[in-house]
């Protein structure tokens, strides 16, 4: 059913008193909003209407209403107006990025702090590769004849390298051979392609030869599976105990439990989109389901991409939230491509 304009009015109003004051909005403060242009009891008819088509909730103690999770989703696809950052706000973010280009880890920490004490959220970051990650390419260098060192160089050109003590004396004449062998039928492929490969090819070695081959694609699987890890950092998870809707300490220690212990079943943005917000039971773990989320991505190079999430409640303030977002996001971009901050608009 198509909300008329009044009820999206009305709806919007309720959203945004509730957002600013965390308490039930009643009929006589939407009327004060709408500088009297609606009768209350006009406003109290919508508010039963809007409340009857899940789109608000009324607490038992309370004769005000409370957006509902199908409340703030259509708020967020048609109701909230998008914002601009002032240049006040575009300072602020340019002064929390003047970071050197050190070790990925050690910026997204800082970056991570940064934006928390930004949005007043708890806040995470990580890394993850834009296209599945595999081997470029293979060598093994002889040392003697029970060790060799597998080189591999990944897709996204870093190198990795580990000295294999073998099970059995090996010719180093043979080397070649097995170098051979990975570069056809294991480079460009996954971790778990690789492994199936491996099985595939055990009557086409020689056995001397295929428990070397063995060592290297275990080395070459492990290594895969490590790489592809995304790295999550969280920050400002104390921020939640400032919000009335965490001040039950069970509840607040739950969530905070969840973002310092689980923080790899936070949700990352997986259909290429560059924001993202889910909202209340729209996020897949049960820790979340009273909260949003909103995602943003930013690009790092080296076909790495990055990505900043809010945790928050479904009161969140969106639109001020998804615009620093987005400012955070942008500017994130410039320091690792072009090692510049954005100018200011």
């Known amino acids: 059913m198509e909300l008329t304009a009044r009820k999206k009015q009305i709806l919007k109003v309720v959203i945004e008193d509730y957002i600013a004051t965390a308490e039930p909005v009643g009929s006589k403060v939407i009327a004060q909003k709408m500088s009297g242009s609606v009768s209350s009891a006009t406003i109290r008819n919508e508010l039963a209407d809007l409340t009857e088509l899940g789109y608000l909730e009324q607490p038992h103690t309370s004769a005000g209403r409370i957006p509902s999770p199908r409340g703030y989703r259509l708020y967020v696809n048609q109701l909230m107006e998008q914002q601009s950052l002032s240049l006040a706000e575009t300072e602020r973010i340019n002064q929390s990025l003047l970071l050197k280009m050190e070790e990925l880890d050690r910026v997204i920490t800082q970056a991570s702090r940064a934006v928390s004490s930004f949005v007043n959220y708890p806040t995470y970051m990580g890394v993850v590769a834009k296209n599945r990650l595999t081997a470029r390419h293979f060598e093994l260098l002889a040392v003697d004849a029970k060790s060799c060192i597998v080189v591999m160089m990944l897709g996204d050109n870093r190198v990795r390298s580990q000295l294999l003590h073998l099970q059995l004396h090996i010719d180093s004449a043979h080397l070649p051979q097995l170098v051979e062998v990975l570069n056809t039928h294991f480079a460009d492929i996954s971790a778990d392609e690789m492994n199936q490969r491996l099985m595939d090819m055990a009557d086409q070695v020689p056995p001397q030869l295929f428990l070397v081959l063995s060592q ?66 729209e996020n897949i773990s049960s820790a979340l389901q009273d909260t949003s989320v909103i995602m943003a991505r930013y690009d790092i190079g080296d076909n790495m991409q990055g990505l900043i999430g809010v945790v928050g409640p479904t009161r969140m303030d969106y639109a001020t939230v998804a615009a620093r977002l987005s400012g955070f996001a942008q500017g994130m971009s410039r320091l690792f491509e072009r090692k510049e901050l954005p100018e200011e608009t």
């Open 216 to 281: 290297a694609v275990s080395y070459a699987s492990h290594t895969l599976d490590e790489a592809s890890q995304r790295e999550i950092i969280t920050a400002g998870t104390n921020q939640l105990l400032k919000l009335p809707e965490f001040r039950d300490a069970d509840k607040a220690h739950e969530l905070m439990s969840f973002l310092s212990e689980s923080k790899e079943s936070l949700p990352l943005l997986d259909d290429g989109s560059d924001m993202k917000i889910l909202i209340g039971p």
